[in-house]
C-alpha cells in the first residue's frame, strides 16, 4: 500500500517542476517575511526572482544550527504570532535550544508525511500502535502519535519509562507496532526477557526506529529479540520532526518526502553540492512550511542520495542511513572514526552484548580509545585466560575495521547505563579539559 501515490509515485520531472513552483513561492515568503533571510538573500545580490526553477537552489544561502540560535527564540519565524498552533524544541548540549513553531496546515502535512511512513512500513488501520518516544517538547512523540491517528491506526501514547508496565501493556492490548529509538528497543527486549516473556507472549509486527543511528546489525539484532521487522524513521525538529524520509519494505534507503523536504548532499568543508551517490552532509530546505520555513539547513548529518528506481514503486528519491553526524565523528590520532564502526564490530560477535560505550582521552598528549562492552552470560567467565583471548579477539577485529587500536574492556552483563531516548555511546574526555 502507497499513502499518497499521487506524490510518493509522482515521474521525476514532474517531481523537480513541482519542486521549482514551491522553491520561489518560498523564497519569495520568506524574503518578505523574514528579516535573516531578506538581509542575506540582499548581501548576495539576489533577489526572489533570480530563482526561476529547483537548479537554482544552489543560489540560495545556507542556515546552520547557530543562526537558530542566534535569532532565538523566534527571529526565523516567518508566520504571525497568530497562525502558530504548537510550539516544538531540540535541546543541545550547549547554547539556546532551537525554537520551531508549526502553523495548523504545518501540522497537517506533518501528519501526511508520518502516515506515508507507516503506511510503506505496512500499518494498517487494523494495527494498535505504541508510541514510545518521549512525549513533551522533543518531536519525536506527538509527531508520530499524529500520524498513527491520521491514518486510522489505533495509537497507544505509552512515551518512555515504566517499561514493564509497558510491556504488559503490549501484550494484553495485542500492540503490533510500536515506534521508539533502536536503543529502548533493544532495553525492551531485554526486560522481557527478564520478565520471563519471549517474542511469542507478544504480537508486535512492525517497528518504526529513528532519532539516532543505527546499524544493519542493530537491525538484525533487535528483529530477532523481538520478532517484528524494524524500519528506519528519519527527521529533525528543525526540519519537522519525524517524517522527513521513511524506509519501505524493500529497506534499502529511506525514500525522501521531497515534495514538502529538499535535499542536496554537500561537501562540508567546501560547501559545494556533491554528486548523486557521494556520501556528504545533508541539506534541507522546507518547500512548504509556514511556521519556520528554511533555506538549506546544514543537518550534519552524513550520508548519500541513491540513484535509480526502487522496486517498491515509489519515485521519490532515497538516502543511505546515516553513517554519523559530521560533529559526532571522533578524531583520534587524526583518524577518522565513527560509533557506528564500533558497533556493526560488537555486533557481529555473538559473545557481546549490543551494549557499549566509547571513552576517547588524551594521555602523555596522545589519544586514547577505550571501548567498554557487556560480554554475554553465557561468555562472562572466571577463566582470565578465556577473557583475555575474548579481548585480543574483539581488539583484532576493533584495529582492523578503524585502523587504529583500541583498548578494550570487558564488563559485565547491565552494567552499561541504558537509554530510554537517545542513547549515549561516546563520552570524550578530551573536550571536557
Ligand atoms: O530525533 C526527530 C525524530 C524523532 C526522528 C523520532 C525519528 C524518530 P531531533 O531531536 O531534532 O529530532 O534530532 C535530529 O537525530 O539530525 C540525526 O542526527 C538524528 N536522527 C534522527 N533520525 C535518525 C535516523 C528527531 N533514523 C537528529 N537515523 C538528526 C540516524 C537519526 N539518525
Known amino acids: 500500500m502507497i499513502w499518497n501515490p499521487n506524490k510518493e509515485c509522482m515521474p521525476r520531472e514532474q517531481m523537480r517542476e513541482l519542486q521549482g513552483k514551491r522553491l520561489q513561492k518560498l523564497v519569495s515568503y520568506v524574503y ?54 504548537r510550539v516544538h524544541a531540540s535541546s543541545g548540549t550547549t547554547g539556546n535550544p532551537t525554537i520551531v513553531g508549526y502553523t495548523r496546515r504545518d501540522l497537517a502535512i506533518w501528519s501526511e508525511v508520518m502516515s506515508r511512513s ?44 515504566n517499561t514493564e508496565k509497558h510491556l504488559r501493556l503490549i501484550r494484553d492490548l495485542n500492540i503490533t507496532g510500536i515506534a521508539c529509538t533502536p536503543s529502548y528497543a ?29 546499524t544493519e546489525n542493530m537491525r538484525q539484532e533487535i528483529q530477532q ?40 548532499i554537500i561537501d562540508p568543508d567546501t560547501l559545494e553540492p556533491l554528486p548523486v551517490g557521494q556520501t556528504g552532509e545533508l541539506v534541507f530546505t522546507t518547500l512548504t512550511k509556514e511556521g519556520m520555513p528554511l533555506l538549506r539547513y546544514r543537518t550534519k548529518d ?14 521519490n528519491v532515497r538516502m543511505t542511513p546515516i553513517m554519523g553526524r ?53 561468555f562472562f567467565s572466571d577463566d582470565i585466560g578465556t577473557m583475555l583471548g575474548l579481548k585480543k579477539k574483539l581488539s583484532d577485529k576493533l584495529k582492523s575495521v578503524l585502523s587504529i587500536s583500541a583498548e578494550v574492556k570487558l564488563v559485565e552483563p547491565n552494567s552499561i547505563q541504558r537509554s530510554e531516548g537517545k542513547s549515549k555511546r561516546v563520552i570524550d574526555k578530551r573536550k571536557l579539559v
Request: net charge negative; hydrophobic share 35%; proline share 5%.
Open 32 to 85: 518578505h517575511n523574514v528579516p535573516f533571510y531578506r538581509h542575506k538573500m540582499q548581501e548576495m545580490d539576489l533577489s526572489p526572482e533570480d530563482i526561476r526553477s529547483i537548479d537554482d537552489i544552489v543560489k540560495l544561502p545556507f542556515t546552520t544550527k547557530q543562526d537558530l540560535r542566534d535569532n532565538y527564540p523566534y527571529g526565523l519565524q516567518a508566520a504571525p504570532a497568530s497562525e502558530i498552533v
Open 118 to 161: 507507516l503506511t510503506a512500513y505496512g500499518v494498517t488501520r487494523h494495527d494498535t500502535f505504541s508510541v514510545s518516544y518521549g512525549y513533551g517538547l522533543f518531536t519525536g512523540g506527538l509527531g508520530a502519535h499524529y500520524g498513527v491517528e491520521n491514518m486510522g491506526a489505533t495509537v497507544i501514547p505509552a512515551s518512555t519509562g
Open 186 to 214: 533493544l532495553y525492551l527486549a531485554e526486560v522481557t526477557e527478564r520478565m520471563g516473556l519471549s517474542k511469542d507472549d507478544l504480537s508486535l509486527r512492525i517497528g518504526a526506529f529513528g532519532a539516532e543511528p543505527w
Open 225 to 264: 529479540r523481538l520478532g517484528l521487522k524494524g524500519y528506519n524513521l528519519y527527521g529533525l525538529s528543525e526540519i519537522m520532526g519525524p517524517g522527513v524520509s521513511y524506509e519501505c519494505e524493500e529497506q534499502h534507503g529511506s525514500h525522501i518526502n521531497e515534495d514538502h523536504f529538499f535535499p542536496e
Open 302 to 315: 552524513l550520508c548519500a542520495l541513491m540513484e535509480g528506481e526502487c522496486p517498491c514503486g515509489r519515485t
Open 326 to 378: 559530521s560533529d559526532d565523528m571522533l578524531i583520534i590520532r587524526g583518524i577518522n572514526v565513527f560509533p557506528s564502526q564500533v558497533e556493526s564490530v560488537i555486533l557481529e560477535m555473538k559473545e557481546f552484548e549490543p551494549q557499549y560505550l566509547l571513552v576517547v582521552d588524551r594521555k602523555n598528549n596522545l589519544d586514547t580509545l577505550e571501548v567498554q562492552v557487556e560480554v554475554r552470560r553465557d
